[in-house]
């Protein structure tokens, strides 16, 4: 069963992590790292934005 992988920060705007989404999905292409399978944005009870992953 995989995991979860949590970006280390929140966001104040889903934008914000939109851009990290981005920025993880072009890092894997450039540097020639597995794309992971599954990349996702969620809302903390806080009401702030994180990017969250499955390798």
Not at 28 to 53: A, H, K, N
């Amino acid at each position: 069963m995989m995991k979860w992988v949590y970006w280390g920060r929140l966001y104040n705007t889903k934008f914000q992590a939109g851009c990290i989404v981005k920025r993880i999905e072009h890092d894997s292409w450039l540097y020639g790292y597995d794309c992971p399978r599954e990349i996702e944005i969620f809302r903390s009870r806080t009401g702030r934005y994180g990017v969250r992953f499955m390798p």
